[in-house]
């Protein structure tokens, strides 16, 4: 008898570690923002007790965050928008980040540069340096990760031949990539490769998108777009002009993920934080570009983020 109850013991204490609730706080833009569109259903669809807490401002780079974290010893002070989801459902407000790294006792805090500066480490400091300071000092239990963002696509003049930059796409992630892991290795944090998985889903399928030229836009009527080559970066759109008269124009996102790299992206996080095989997650929205393509970036998600594990781990 007393061995049986200690059984039934032992396995409900195994059974309520595992329903431990992570907490992650996303301290961002809009490159962690999109993870939340699809991280809290295939956490939920594994199993994953999650609560994730994304705040989101459009741009935000190290300075401005550093900036309004100096701003904020003015309570009414709150520039974030705040989307939280966790079992209990989604909430929405605005705060501002000293007063949501004391709300809870989050588990992980997510850190990253604005996209157009986080290929240029001279960006990051001092101000990513203060940042983590205000962390470790308002949340001294939370481990800091950063996120590695991506590339952009082609449709990005920047990354183009004779374009500002000066460098292509590869040129684009190695210097993004090579930025980030020098402040990982600086402070012995980890990284979530998201733009790795990027890098490497557009090498497995391969993405074949080509700069459209002007002309070739000019002959598009809607609703068509352009073909992306199966880019997971950019998107075309019909939109208005921004005082709302006029006809619809033919838009065109090159940086943000469109929504099967949304999928990607929520795919590396879940794989990073609760280290679930995605290959077999039975969470794969329509959207994600049907079975096949579901399962190939299912495939780069456990790929990249087995690869970070070694080559961005710094702790």
Sequence with gaps: MKRTLWMVLAVAAVATAWAKETK????????????????????????????????????????????????????????????????????????????????????????????PSAWDPETYHPYADKLIAKIKELAPQAEIVIQQTWAYSNLDNRIQPGGAWKFDQTGQYERTRDAYASLAKQYKFRMIPTGLAVQKFRQALPVTLVHPTREQLAKYKKPETPDLGGEVVGRFSWKK????????????????LNPSGEYLQALVWQAFFFGTDVTKTTYAPAYAGGKDRAALLQSCAVQAVKEGATAFNFR
């Design 24 to 115: 992650v706080l996303i301290i961002g833009n809009s490159f962690s923002v999109s993870v939340m569109r699809n991280w809290p259903q295939l956490a939920k669809a594994s199993g994953s007790e999650l609560k994730a807490a994304s705040m989101y401002i459009g741009g935000c780079s190290f300075q401005r965050h550093w900036e309004n974290v100096e701003k904020a010893s003015n309570d009414t002070f709150k520039p974030y928008d705040i989307w939280i989801s966790d079992t209990e459902g989604v909430k929405r407000f605005k705060s501002n980040i000293p007063q949501m790294l004391v709300t809870d006792k989050w588990d992980y805090v997510t850190i990253q540069q604005a996209s």
């Design 241 to 256: 002009p921004k005082d709302g008269k006029g006809e619809e124009k033919l838009s065109q996102d090159a940086t943000h």
